[in-house]
């Protein structure tokens, strides 16, 4: 079968493209944005990727095509889906066609949640391959124990970052309602996606009905101090329940705890400690979220130690992208303030006293609405310096990061945000760059000026 998926170079729609491969199928693809890492992936498994939706695809790369399968970054008025849409070929949006094609026989592990989706997916996925499971997996993110953000086994068990987001134009459920898990984490529910969901309630009943498909033998890994979560759940469990927090959170306590230092309870009883080079402790919780799940398909819960241990993370999660002039940068995901805040507080617990320059691109939908502005300056009170770039928005962000006073700079030009960055660094720094896009290259023109001062 000929698949032309529309999209092809998010995460998500990459990452099925790269399944469908494997499964037999042949694949090309389009897309208006192209750039690493996904790009660099598609070309290495040898698909074709057409730059842009112009209809000739129709009479060209895609003439005989059997299925077309829709990103959700399509939209009424794209000249190709409209092509589509009159000459009556078929088409399917991305979640569907993964579940018709592959999740429907499988083990799924879902793992749901504003922040921490692809972290933890990528650490599951990591414990199930230590525990010789081979699992097959679709991470929104290239997990660096595996260097693919998705591959098709045989194995019974398939890994799936279940974002909330929506399915496509001609279906505005939430991707992760067609995966049908068996085991589900919820990592945490904040209010995203302003372009998506009106409030915090609509995003809850998304998680609700994500609830609703866990069968009854099924098990819901939850974090326990999680108000909105709770929420959710109070509304109807059909499903085994075990939740996950601090140690040091008061009252009766979750089945799953960790303390500062690493320390695993379950049920109060000790299990082990983990030990791994991922900063922060939300990433303790993805860890533990994790361990949790593994533990739900049979992995003892010190194999799963022993393989976070090992555990090497993922790109653009706190990744380092180089060292010059003694200043270290890094690239990270981050774009809400929550996970921005959890960011910079993992960069100055491994870093101590040292300074970070936070670098900050506000890119994604929420952002750009300035749905968030008020958190922002809060987000960033621990970095010593920040500078952001306002290129993409329409809010004041000066405005927005005053509270920061000198220690905020905002710019409109990329050349002129990384001069500032450049004048700024000195040895011993940690410049922690923020974007969930390309971000202009940043990462190499700071490196690359670094190493010629």
């Not at 108000?227 to 009766?252: H, K, M, Y």
Request: charged share 20%; proline share 4%; net charge negative.
């Amino acid at each position: 079968m000929h698949l032309h998926i529309l999209g092809i170079c998010g995460t998500f729609m990459g990452g099925i493209a790269a399944i469908a491969q494997r499964a037999g199928h042949r694949v090309t693809g389009c897309d208006a944005n192209v750039y690493p890492p996904m790009s660099t992936q598609l070309s290495a498994l040898g698909i074709g990727l057409t730059e842009g939706f112009d209809a000739a695809q129709l009479d060209g790369v895609a003439r005989d095509a059997d299925v077309f399968v829709v990103g959700n970054v399509v939209s009424r008025g794209n000249p190709l889906m409209e092509a589509i849409l009159d000459s009556g070929r078929p088409y399917i949006s991305g979640p569907q066609w993964l579940y018709e094609q592959v999740l429907r026989n499988k083990w799924v592990l879902a793992v749901a949640g504003t922040h921490g989706k692809t972290t933890t997916s990528a650490m599951l996925a990591a414990i199930l391959e230590t525990a010789g499971l081979a699992p097959g997996f679709l991470i929104g993110g290239v997990p660096l124990d595996f260097d693919a953000s998705a591959r098709l086994t045989d194995s019974t068990f398939f890994v799936i970052e279940a974002d909330e987001y929506d399915t496509a134009f001609f279906d505005k459920r939430s991707k992760f309602v067609h995966y049908r898990p068996r085991t589900a984490i919820l990592n945490n529910l904040e209010y995203d996606h302003a372009d998506i969901f009106a409030d915090l309630g609509a995003i809850e009943t998304q998680f609700h009905h994500l609830v609703r498909s866990v069968p009854r033998s099924g098990r819901l890994i939850v974090n326990g101090g999680d108000e909105s979560l709770a929420r959710v759940l109070a509304r109807g469990v059909w499903s085994e329940v075990e939740r996950f927090d601090f140690r040091d959170v008061p009252g009766t306590g979750p089945d799953w705890r960790i303390d500062a230092d690493g320390a695993v309870e379950l049920g109060g009883a000790p299990q082990g400690a983990l030990r791994f080079d991922q900063p922060g402790r939300h990433n303790q919780l993805n860890a533990l979220a994790a361990i949790a799940a593994a533990r739900h398909v049979g992995v003892p819960v010190a194999q799963s130690l022993e393989a976070l241990a090992r555990f090497k993370g993922v790109k653009r999660r706190m990744e380092v992208r180089g060292s010059a002039g003694g200043v270290t940068v890094y690239d990270d995901f981050a774009h809400h303030p929550t996970a921005i805040a959890t960011t910079v507080d993992g960069l100055r617990r491994r870093v101590g006293r040292a300074r970070i320059l936070a670098v900050l691109e506000p890119r994604s939908n929420t952002m750009r609405l300035g749905m968030m502005k008020a958190a922002l300056p809060g987000s960033l009170a621990q970095a010593d310096r920040v500078f952001c770039y306002a290129g993409n928005v329409n809010w004041d962000v000066a405005e927005a990061l005053a509270p920061l006073g000198a220690r905020a700079e905002v710019y409109l030009e990329l050349d002129a945000l990384a001069d500032a960055v450049l004048r700024e660094a000195r040895e011993g720094d940690h410049v922690l760059v923020m974007s969930n896009g390309g971000f202009g290259g940043v990462h190499d023109k700071l490196l690359q000026g670094l190493a010629e001062r």
